[in-house]
């Protein structure tokens, strides 16, 4: 069956593609961040995953406001991405695994997430971010991608709690896929922020804090609080976190070690964070 080898979170912040394109990772203001991605590069470079299941959400290449799924899941060939506005360089499409995609969607309907399927989809920031913070200089891509995506953007938003199941139900998916296949779950976006409103700007350290340890022994934590909390304790956009929460569910309930992780306030308007997480056994 595919193993499920580790999660990797980061937030997704456009500024991090428009640094990478300028070739500032050396830069005083990006060290630290990039640099926290080097222990990611060494153990992608001993597990070489075979596929990389990507929970992210769409701002608004994809979807629109007009239609906007709760739950999708991409089953497409390839993906291509394209020029948000951001005046980041595209990137290469990803190669994408529709077998895979098509065992996913099937085993989470049958567990009633009834998912909206995408056999054509286009991915933007929140994909091409955290693939190129992975993989530096990686086109053309290394992995094949399983997108799964996640309304954060447009109220109402899925719970902290059903987005845990459904991540649940995601890794189970893929522990029951007849396939000698390696996957790597990629959860981006957050950790706290607001980007507009009277409250531009909001960051909480604590908080943020208190999940990323969360995620490691106590990943249900997130789920004792309602959207509204979270968006109070977070920020808009920070709610964000709970695609962090779905990609840690994925690997279950077991124990699992922290090989990695970074914090970095703020880039733009956004504390970022990465963690990389392996299971024990
Ligand atoms: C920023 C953060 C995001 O998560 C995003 O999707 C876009 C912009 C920012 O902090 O600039
Ligand atoms: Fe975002």
Redesign the pocket.
């Given at each position: 069956m595919a193993r499920i080898i580790g999660c990797v979170t980061t937030?997704?912040?456009?500024?991090i593609g428009a640094a990478i394109a300028k070739g500032r990772q050396e830069e005083p203001y990006w060290k630290e961040w990039f640099d926290g991605f080097k222990p990611v590069h060494r153990w992608l470079d001993r597990v070489r995953p075979d596929v990389a299941v990507v929970v992210y959400n769409d701002?608004g290449l994809n979807f629109f406001l007009d239609k906007l799924p709760t739950f999708a899941i991409g089953a497409a060939a390839q993906y291509q991405t394209a020029d948000e506005g951001w005046n980041i360089p595209t990137v290469l499409p990803f190669t994408g695994d529709p077998e895979l995609s098509w065992h996913v969607i099937n085993s989470v309907v049958a567990d009633d997430f009834d998912v909206t399927m995408c056999q054509e989809m286009v991915v933007d920031?929140?994909v091409c971010n955290p693939m190129q913070l992975l993989w530096p200089g990686g086109e053309p891509w290394p992995v094949r991608v399983v997108p799964v995506e996640i309304n954060t953007v447009q109220f109402p938003l899925p719970s902290a709690a059903r987005c845990y199941e459904f991540g649940q139900a995601i890794g189970r998916a893929i522990a029951s896929y007849p396939s000698d296949a390696r996957v790597v779950v990629i959860g981006t976006?957050?950790l706290s922020?607001q980007?507009d409103g009277e409250r531009a700007g909001f960051i909480n350290k604590d908080f943020d804090r208190k999940f990323m340890t969360s995620l490691i022994a106590d990943p249900s934590w997130a789920t004792r609080y309602t959207t509204v909390e979270l968006v109070e304790q977070t920020g808009s956009?920070g709610i964000?976190l709970i695609l962090w929460l779905t990609a840690r569910a994925v690997l279950g309930t077991g124990p699992v070690h922290e090989l990695a992780a970074t914090y970095h306030v703020?880039?733009?308007?956004?504390a970022a964070g990465m963690m990389l997480l392996e299971p024990a056994a």
């Amino acid at each position: 069956m595919a193993r499920i080898i580790g999660c990797v979170t980061t937030s997704h912040v456009p500024a991090i593609g428009a640094a990478i394109a300028k070739g500032r990772q050396e830069e005083p203001y990006w060290k630290e961040w990039f640099d926290g991605f080097k222990p990611v590069h060494r153990w992608l470079d001993r597990v070489r995953p075979d596929v990389a299941v990507v929970v992210y959400n769409d701002h608004g290449l994809n979807f629109f406001l007009d239609k906007l799924p709760t739950f999708a899941i991409g089953a497409a060939a390839q993906y291509q991405t394209a020029d948000e506005g951001w005046n980041i360089p595209t990137v290469l499409p990803f190669t994408g695994d529709p077998e895979l995609s098509w065992h996913v969607i099937n085993s989470v309907v049958a567990d009633d997430f009834d998912v909206t399927m995408c056999q054509e989809m286009v991915v933007d920031h929140a994909v091409c971010n955290p693939m190129q913070l992975l993989w530096p200089g990686g086109e053309p891509w290394p992995v094949r991608v399983v997108p799964v995506e996640i309304n954060t953007v447009q109220f109402p938003l899925p719970s902290a709690a059903r987005c845990y199941e459904f991540g649940q139900a995601i890794g189970r998916a893929i522990a029951s896929y007849p396939s000698d296949a390696r996957v790597v779950v990629i959860g981006t976006g957050g950790l706290s922020h607001q980007l507009d409103g009277e409250r531009a700007g909001f960051i909480n350290k604590d908080f943020d804090r208190k999940f990323m340890t969360s995620l490691i022994a106590d990943p249900s934590w997130a789920t004792r609080y309602t959207t509204v909390e979270l968006v109070e304790q977070t920020g808009s956009q920070g709610i964000e976190l709970i695609l962090w929460l779905t990609a840690r569910a994925v690997l279950g309930t077991g124990p699992v070690h922290e090989l990695a992780a970074t914090y970095h306030v703020p880039i733009s308007n956004t504390a970022a964070g990465m963690m990389l997480l392996e299971p024990a056994a």
